[in-house]
């Protein structure tokens, strides 16, 4: 299995400032990365897809890039809704694996 | 509107089975690959499996941890996809989730239900 890792687990930052989350594969995987926003008790939501598409209706903050093993999720301006856990997730190999998941908080 | 509707989570013993189901609307289901996926309390999300469309050759894959104990099924007639638990686990236990596999953007797990719980415990 193509091993996800995130980093970091978790980060406080406040309204406005700019995040960044990153994620590594154990091998390459082209741009073949999702990121996803959970919040608590609801399911999660597709943000951005291939490493740097935005999905319908994501508010343009958002942002992804990378390629290969190495990628970023990026948001300008934190916003009070951002404020959730952010998965990555790969669909090179046909069984997709995740992140373990960055909790941004409210500092 | 795409909706899916998770049901038959609840609580099971060590051993025991459990058939969850997931009802879909607001788009042709038939044609639609579908994926289940886990969190269990206080962790990250595991993708569990998917089913291709018949049109696909309705072949199924699973992760390792499941491979062997779940089977993924569909009912294109009911729109309903299962998912059929057995020789369950206490890692099992975990909230359940229904999610289109690729339906409108290609390769992820587009729209997702409202997870179904499955505590699996003596």
């Known amino acids: 299995d193509i091993q996800m890792t995130q980093s970091p687990p978790s980060l406080s930052a406040s309204v406005g400032d700019r995040v960044t989350i990153t994620c590594r594969a154990s091998?390459?995987?082209?741009?073949?990365l999702n990121w996803y926003q959970q919040k608590p008790g609801k399911a999660p939501k597709l943000l951005i897809y291939?490493?740097?598409s935005l999905q319908s209706g994501v508010p343009s903050r958002f942002s992804g890039s990378g390629s290969g093993a190495d990628f970023t999720l990026t948001i300008n301006s934190l916003q009070p809704e951002d404020f959730a856990t952010y998965y990555c997730?790969?669909?090179?190999?046909?069984?997709?694996?995740f992140g373990q998941g960055t909790k941004v908080e409210i500092k | 509107e795409v909706q899916l509707v998770e049901s038959g989570g609840g609580l099971e013993k060590p051993g025991g089975s459990l058939r969850l189901s997931c009802a879909a609307s607001?788009?042709?289901?038939?044609?639609?690959?579908m994926s289940w996926v886990r969190q269990a309390p206080g962790k990250g999300l595991e993708w569990v499996g998917r089913?291709?469309?018949?049109?696909?050759?309705?072949?199924?894959e699973y992760a390792a941890p499941v491979k062997g104990r779940f089977t993924i099924s569909r009912d294109d007639s009911k729109n309903t996809l299962y998912l059929q638990m057995n020789n369950l686990k206490t890692e099992d236990t975990a909230v359940y989730y229904c999610?289109?596999?690729?339906?409108?953007?290609?390769?992820?797990?587009?729209?997702w239900g409202q997870g179904t719980l499955v505590t699996v415990s003596s």
């Open positions: 999610t289109t596999d690729g339906l409108v953007v290609g390769a992820t797990l587009d729209y």
């Open positions: 607001g788009f042709t289901f038939s044609n639609a690959w």
């Open positions: 089913i291709k469309s018949k049109t696909d050759g309705g072949t199924t």
């Open positions: 091998q390459s995987i082209s741009r073949k």
């Open positions: 291939a490493a740097s």
């Open positions: 997730q790969q669909s090179y190999s046909p069984w997709w694996t």
